[in-house]
């Protein structure tokens, strides 16, 4: 995708969250990431509920259960590691260090859902990081429109998205193979266009 995109250290590149537990390749990704940040370009991503939940792991012994049933052992077979707590120090600040939503001028980007009906939308961490729906007010959250991930839609679904207050850009990258889904999915926030990405994942 990356590629695709043609990403220079002149752009902004914002992820969605979910950057580890669906995928082989888990270290490579989180390292790949850093590595473009400490090489100069603009890289932000904001916290995901596998994020949340990996931490959590290491903080509370009962949640690692949850995690395991959420996709946390590809995390730990990627670091070749058996427990949350022993995922190497730099990634843990890695996670640590993520917000749950970043504002620009026109778009609020957050990993899930919202609910505009909260008093204050953005402190409503348990929509930010698992709802599956989204209330989008732009009027109460200064005008923005909201992009999400974490809920998989069709191809189809996300295009139409693009015309609303709510674009979802998650195309279930881990279903490859299942017509609609399968790719990784970007959005140019300056002209709306579309990029898709095939699972490229032996």
Known sequence: MEERLGLTQED?????GDLIDRGPAVREVLEFL??????GYAVASIMGNHEDMCLEACRDRSRFYLWMLNGGHATLRSFGV???CEIPERYHR???ALPTHILLPDFALVHAGMDCG???PFADRQTLLWSRSCIVDPARIGGR???????PRTRQEIEAS???NWIVLDNGCVYRGVAGFGNLAALSLDTLRLYFQENCDC
Do not use: C, K, M, N
């Open 118 to 120: 909260q008093p204050d």
């Open 94 to 96: 890695f996670f640590v």
């Open 82 to 84: 058996e427990d949350a």
């Open 12 to 16: 902004e590149l914002y992820l969605l």
């Open 145 to 151: 429109r909201v992009v999400s991930g974490h809920t």
């Open 162 to 164: 693009v015309a609303e």
């Open 34 to 39: 850093i590595g473009l940040q400490e090489a």
